[in-house]
C-alpha cells in the first residue's frame, strides 16, 4: 500500500505555489519507490492525485453540476499518467455556455497552465462532441476512455453510448480505421523496434500496440479492458499474463525514461539509458556499458514479444470485425494449406515433427507469390512449440536440410527470413543468434541492434536479385548497380548469405568478433556439410568483412602499392566479388545516413583497381587448385550417376586447360562433358574436318543460354565467332575461351538473345548453332553488323591496358567499354585486322560495362612488340569509339 508523503497530501485553500510542491512531492517520492510498487499501481496512484486536484480546483469555481462536466480522457482516462504526459481533459456543456461559466471555465484551465502542467483540453457542447469524434476517429478513440470526474456524469455515458453504438463509427469502419493507422505508425518506424533508440511508444511492440487493442476491443466487443476479453476466447490466460508483464516493463521504462528527461520523451536516446538503467535498478553505469545491455535487452524482448501478440490478436479481430463472405483454400500437402494467402497448419499436432517448423518458413519462400503471413492459428502453435523446444533446431538433420535449403532458394530470404526473424525462430535454430537479439551497439555509426542489423544484411543482399521495380532499380547508386550485377552472376549466392549470417554474431562476446565469427562459420559450415571451397570462402569474409570498407576509406587507394597489398590479401576474384557486395549490404544497413556518394565511390574505384592488380599476377593459385579439384569431384559424381565411365571421363579431361574446370560450375562441366563423349564416339565426319562441335541446351544458366564450342584451333576463330553472334544480335554475357594441349579450343558462353532474355525456342537454338557451323567450318561470311540506333550517336571512349603475362610469348590485354552489341564485334574487327592469334579469353559485363581479357600473340606466335602494342591500342580506340564506323 502506498504511505503517500504529507507534503503530497492536497488540501481545500492551498496556493499555487504549494500545490506545484505537492506535485514534486509526489513525483519524486513515486521515483524514489518505482521498484516498491506494481508500475500499473504507481501509474494509477498518480492519475488519482491529478483527479483529486483537479476536481477540487474545479469545485471551487462552483460550476452548475447539471449542466456542465469535467471528464478525464485518453492516457489519463485510461489512469496511465506517466510523470510528464499530458493530462488530457474533455469539458462538455449541454448547451451554450454563459458568460460567467466561460470565464469560469478560462479562469480553471489558467490555473491548470499556472501549475505547470501540460494540458490537452477540449471544451465542447455534447452535440459538437459527437461531430468531433465522427470527423476525427482520434478523438473518437480518446473518448472512448473517458471518465467522469465533476458534473453532470450524464454526459460521460451520453459520449459512450454514441461511440459503442454505429452511429459515429461502425465497428467495421473503427477497426479499418485503426489499423491503418498502426501499419502507418510501423511504417514511419523503419518497420522494427530494434533500433538503437526505439520509440516506447510508436515502435512496432509499443505502447500503442497494446492500446490498439483495447481500443479495437472497447469497441467492438464493449469490454472494459483486454482481462474482460479473455471470456471472448481470443487469446489464452498465459498470453494475456505474456500482454501485461510486457506492457508492465514498457510502463516501467516510460516512468523512468520522463523522469531522467524532465519532458514527455517517448524515443530511449542514447544519452538518457545510462541513468534510466539506474533507475530500473540494473546498475550504475561503470563505463561497461553492462547494466545499459541489461535493460535494452529486457525492452527489446518485451516490445518483440507485444508485436507479435498484437499480430496475432489483430488477425483474430479481422475475423470477428470484417467477416468474409468466402474463404480461399489451397491445399500444399498433408501438413500445410493456404487460407486467404496466410499460410497454415492442417492439424494442432503439425510441429510435434520439428522438421515442419523449418519446412513452414521453407514453403513461404517456395509460395512466395501466394503467402502474405502465417495463419493466426499458425503462429499461436509456433509460439507454444518455441517454448517447448528442448534443444536447438540445427540438431536435427532434417532442419539442417530444410535450412540449407531456405539460404539456397532465390526467395528465401524475402518474406521467410523476415518472419524467422520476428518470430524468434531464428534463435531456435542458431544458439549465436540468441546471444545477439537486441544486443546493442555502442557506437556513432549502428543505428540498430545486432540482430536488426544483420537481418537487414540479409535484406540487402536479397534485394540485389530481387528489385522490386523499375523505379526502385534506377534509384540505385552505380556501386549498388555493380554488387547487383555481381551477385546475380553468383552461382552458390548462399556463399554470401552465410557468410552476412555470421558477420557479427559474435559481437557482445568479447575479443574480436571478426576471429570469434570466423570460427563459429566454420563449425557451422562443417556441421552442415557444406563443401571446403565455400566453406572456406565463408569464414574468410566474416574473418575480412571490414577489410574493405576501410581500406576505401582510410588509405590512399591511389597508391598503387595499397591496391597491391589490398589484392593480395584478396588473392581471387571470387573473394573480392563476394566481399564488395557483403561490404556495401553491410554499410546500408548499419545506419539509413551512413551510405553517401562517396563511400560509393571509393568502393567501386578499390574494386575496379584490384580486378586489375588479379588478373596482373596476384591472384592466390592454391585458391584456384582447390576450386578445380572440387569442381572435378563434383561433375564426376553427376556424370558417374549417369552411367559414365570414370576412366574414359578423365582420359578426356586430361588435354583440357585448367581454366575449363576453374570458371565453369561442375554441372556446366559435367554437360560439356557428356557432349564431349558422345560427339568422341561417332565415326570421324569428312563434312567436319575440323572436328566441331556446337551446342545450345535449353538449360538456363545464370539467367542466360548457354553455348558449348569444341573445335580444332586455327586462325580467325574467336572474329569469325563474334561477329556472328553480333551479327545475330545476341549479347554475350560471360565467355571463356582457351586452348587445349592436343590443338583442339573449348569455348563457353553464357548469351541473351535480342530480347535481352535467354533463347526460348528450338528452332532458334538450332538456327544460332547452323550460323556457327557454317561460318566456322565453311568459311560462309558473316551477316552484315550493323551499329543500333541506341548507341549511334553514344559516347562509347573504351579503355585499353596491356598487363603483365606470365607467358613469354603472349600478349595479356584487357578492353573494357560500354556494354554494346557492337562492342565485341568491333574488338573482334581489330584484331583480324592485325593478324592476331587469340588463345584464351575471359569475357564478362561489370556493370553497365564490358571487360574483357584476351591472351594473344602477333602472326609470328610472339608477345606484341611495344610498337604492335600501340597499332592495336589506337585501332580498338578508334574502332570502338568511332560510332560511324561498324564491324566488317
Not at 523503419?190 to 476491443?217: C, F, H, M
Request: proline share 2%; charged share 20%; aromatic share 8%.
Amino acid at each position: 500500500m502506498f504511505s503517500q508523503p504529507v507534503i503530497s497530501q492536497l488540501r481545500s485553500g492551498m496556493t499555487t505555489s504549494e500545490l506545484k510542491q505537492a506535485i514534486a512531492s509526489l513525483d519524486q517520492y513515486l521515483q524514489a519507490h518505482i521498484l516498491d510498487y506494481s508500475i500499473n499501481e504507481t501509474l494509477v496512484k498518480r492519475a488519482k492525485f491529478f483527479d483529486e486536484l483537479l476536481t477540487m480546483l474545479w469545485q471551487q469555481l462552483q460550476f452548475n453540476e447539471l449542466s456542465i462536466s469535467l471528464n478525464a480522457v485518453g492516457g489519463y482516462g485510461r489512469q496511465t499518467l506517466h510523470p510528464y504526459s499530458d493530462i488530457d481533459i474533455c469539458i462538455i456543456h449541454s448547451k451554450a455556455l454563459t458568460k460567467s461559466e466561460a470565464e469560469k471555465v478560462s479562469l480553471f484551465l489558467t490555473q491548470l497552465w499556472d501549475l505547470g502542467l501540460d494540458l490537452g483540453h477540449g471544451v465542447r457542447t455534447l452535440k459538437d462532441t459527437h461531430k468531433a469524434c465522427k470527423e476525427d476517429v482520434t478523438i473518437a478513440t480518446s473518448l472512448l476512455e473517458i471518465r467522469h470526474l465533476a458534473g453532470n456524469v450524464d454526459h460521460q455515458y451520453h459520449v459512450l453510448d454514441a461511440l459503442y453504438g454505429n452511429k459515429l463509427w461502425s465497428s467495421q469502419n473503427f477497426f479499418s480505421a485503426k489499423k491503418l493507422e498502426q501499419e502507418d505508425r510501423h511504417t514511419k518506424a523503419g518497420g522494427t523496434a530494434y533500433s538503437i533508440e526505439p520509440n516506447l511508444k510508436n515502435s512496432p511492440g509499443g505502447i500503442r500496440d497494446i492500446q490498439t487493442l483495447t481500443w479495437v476491443a472497447r469497441k467492438h466487443f464493449s469490454v472494459a479492458d483486454m482481462h474482460a476479453l479473455r471470456s471472448h476466447g481470443f487469446f489464452t490466460n498465459d498470453e494475456y499474463a505474456e500482454l501485461i508483464e510486457c506492457r508492465n516493463v514498457l510502463y516501467r521504462v516510460r516512468f523512468a525514461l520522463h523522469q531522467v528527461a524532465k519532458r514527455p520523451e517517448n524515443r530511449m536516446l542514447l544519452q538518457y539509458q545510462a541513468d534510466v538503467a539506474e533507475i530500473m535498478g540494473f546498475g550504475e553505469s561503470d563505463g561497461s556499458n553492462i547494466a545499459i545491455e541489461k535493460m535494452m535487452r529486457q525492452l527489446f524482448r518485451a516490445m518483440k514479444r507485444i508485436r507479435e501478440l498484437n499480430q496475432l490478436l489483430m488477425a483474430y479481430f479481422e475475423r470477428a470485425i470484417l467477416p468474409k463472405k468466402s474463404i480461399k483454400t489451397t491445399p500444399i500437402n498433408e501438413q500445410f494449406e493456404i487460407v486467404d494467402n496466410h499460410i497454415n497448419v492442417c492439424h494442432d499436432d503439425v510441429f510435434i515433427d520439428r522438421t515442419q517448423i523449418m519446412a513452414l518458413f521453407e514453403l513461404i519462400a517456395i509460395h512466395h507469390d501466394k503467402i502474405v503471413g502465417i495463419s493466426p492459428e499458425t503462429l499461436r502453435l509456433l509460439r507454444q512449440v518455441r517454448r517447448r523446444l528442448m534443444a536447438d533446431l540445427q540438431d536435427f538433420a532434417a532442419c539442417r536440410a530444410k535450412f540449407l535449403s531456405l539460404f539456397n532458394h532465390p526467395q528465401g530470404m524475402g518474406l521467410a527470413i523476415s518472419l524467422m526473424h520476428q518470430h524468434g525462430i531464428l534463435s531456435s535454430y542458431l544458439p549465436q543468434w540468441r546471444g545477439i537479439v537486441g544486443q546493442m551497439q555502442f557506437d556513432l555509426f549502428h543505428a540498430y541492434t545486432v540482430d536488426e542489423h544483420t537481418h537487414k544484411v540479409l535484406k540487402n543482399i536479397y534485394r540485389y536479385d530481387n528489385t522490386p521495380s523499375q523505379e526502385d532499380a534506377s534509384n540505385l547508386d552505380n556501386a549498388s548497380k555493380l554488387a547487383s550485377d555481381i551477385y546475380k552472376k553468383m552461382t552458390n549466392k548462399s556463399t554470401l548469405l552465410f557468410a552476412a549470417l555470421f558477420h557479427d554474431l559474435a559481437k557482445g562476446r568479447g575479443g574480436d568478433h571478426s576471429e570469434l565469427g570466423a570460427v563459429d562459420a566454420n563449425q557451422f559450415a562443417l556441421f552442415h556439410g557444406i563443401k571446403t571451397s565455400q566453406r572456406q570462402l565463408i569464414c574468410w569474409l566474416v574473418e575480412q568483412h571490414l577489410l574493405m570498407s576501410i581500406t576505401s576509406q582510410r588509405m590512399d587507394i591511389s597508391d598503387p602499392d595499397i591496391v597491391t597489398r589490398f589484392a593480395k590479401a584478396v588473392g581471387s576474384q571470387t573473394r573480392l566479388d563476394a566481399l564488395y557486395c557483403l561490404t556495401i549490404a553491410d554499410i546500408q544497413a548499419t545506419n539509413d545516413d551512413l551510405w553517401n556518394d562517396w563511400k560509393a565511390s571509393l568502393l567501386r574505384e578499390l574494386y575496379f583497381s584490384t580486378r586489375k592488380a588479379l588478373r596482373n599476377g596476384v591472384e592466390n593459385i592454391l585458391q584456384l587448385r582447390t576450386l578445380v579439384r572440387e569442381h572435378k569431384q563434383e561433375a564426376l559424381s553427376v556424370l558417374c550417376q549417369t552411367g559414365e565411365c570414370e576412366a574414359q571421363i578423365k582420359a578426356l579431361w586430361q588435354p583440357l586447360p585448367i581454366s575449363f574446370f576453374s570458371q565453369a560450375e561442375a554441372d556446366d562441366i559435367a554437360r560439356y562433358t557428356q557432349s564431349l563423349l558422345a560427339h568422341k564416339q561417332t565415326l570421324p565426319d569428312t563434312n567436319n574436318p575440323f572436328d566441331t562441335l556446337i551446342t545450345i541446351d535449353d538449360v538456363v544458366v545464370k539467367g542466360c543460354s548457354d553455348v558449348f564450342v569444341y573445335t580444332k584451333d586455327r586462325a580467325g576463330l574467336f572474329v569469325k565467332l563474334f561477329n556472328t553472334l553480333s551479327a545475330l544480335k545476341i549479347s554475350v554475357n560471360q565467355a571463356q575461351i582457351s586452348r587445349t594441349k592436343d590443338g583442339y579450343v573449348v569455348e563457353s558462353f553464357k548469351i541473351l538473345d535480342f530480347n535481352e532474355k535467354p533463347i526460348a525456342s528450338a528452332q532458334r537454338r538450332e538456327l544460332i548453332v547452323n550460323k556457327l557451323r557454317s561460318v566456322l567450318d565453311n568459311n560462309a561470311k558473316p551477316p552484315k553488323l550493323r551499329l543500333s540506333r541506341q548507341h549511334q550517336s553514344f559516347d562509347n571512349q573504351p579503355n585499353v591496358e596491356f598487363l603483365y603475362s606470365r607467358h613469354s610469348t603472349r600478349s595479356l590485354l584487357n578492353v573494357s567499354a560500354l556494354d554494346t552489341q557492337e562492342f565485341m564485334g568491333q574488338i573482334a574487327s581489330a584484331f583480324r585486322t592485325m593478324d592476331l592469334n587469340i588463345h584464351s579469353a575471359n569475357i564478362s559485363t561489370v556493370g553497365e560495362r564490358a571487360d574483357n581479357v584476351f591472351l594473344v600473340s602477333n602472326h609470328q606466335g610472339q608477345q606484341l612488340s611495344a610498337e604492335e602494342q600501340q597499332q592495336l591500342t589506337d585501332l580498338l580506340i578508334n574502332t570502338i569509339s568511332d560510332n560511324e564506323t561498324a564491324a566488317h
